[in-house]
């Protein structure tokens, strides 16, 4: 089984950026990022595909998140830019859409 390991969260202003990180014991084809909003469910953030040339984002996310990869070292990346106080969650790496499979996460909270 797929051991994931995300880290890189903290607290950070409206407008701020930050970078996680997703060290996994090996990847999936596809990868993806999820998050858990307080009180809400798991909201599919974005996904890559195995080569790193192909990449989706939700409508919320689209234009300030970038997903990456680095398949030498296993490591699947999100970089938050221009945060906003609704981008506060628990922040997954995933092997799917739908976080099935996903690490412990990291809390991301974007307070002033």
């Known amino acids: 089984e797929v051991q994931l390991v995300e880290s890189g969260g903290g607290l950070v202003q409206p407008g701020g950026s930050l970078r996680l990180s997703c060290t996994a014991s090996?990847?999936?084809?596809?990868m993806s990022w999820v998050r858990q909003a307080p009180g809400k469910g798991l909201e599919w953030v974005s996904e890559i595909d195995g080569g790193g040339r192909r990449s989706y984002y939700a409508d919320s996310v689209k234009g300030r998140f970038t997903i990456s990869r680095d398949n030498a070292n296993n490591t699947l990346y999100l970089q938050m830019n221009s945060l906003k106080t609704e981008d506060t969650a628990v922040y997954y790496c995933a092997t799917d859409r739908v976080g099935s499979h996903r690490g412990q996460g990291t809390q991301v909270t974007v307070s002033s």
């Open positions: 090996g990847f999936t084809y596809w």
